[in-house]
């Protein structure tokens, strides 16, 4: 398997621990269309809301499964 291919596994398996921690409210929150305006086009160097879930409203074990899914596609 190429490194590539790893580092792909690796974050859809974390993805999917940390989407499985979700409550049904957070997931509603964190699932947002594909459609315009395409908040993913909108770029910001400050601190902007996007909407979506924040850190703020996790558990602290989901902050950590964020930091873990962050850190898979991170090299050392």
Do not use: I, K
């Amino acid at each position: 398997m190429n490194a590539r291919r790893e580092v792909a596994d690796a974050m859809a398996g974390a993805c999917g621990v940390l989407l499985d921690s979700l409550s049904a409210e957070q997931r509603s929150v964190l699932h947002l269309p594909f459609s315009p305006p395409d908040e993913r086009r909108v770029w910001f160097y400050t601190p902007t809301d996007h909407g979506g879930l924040a850190l703020a409203d996790m558990a602290a074990h989901q902050h950590r499964l964020v930091h873990r899914l962050v850190a898979t596609g991170l090299s050392r």
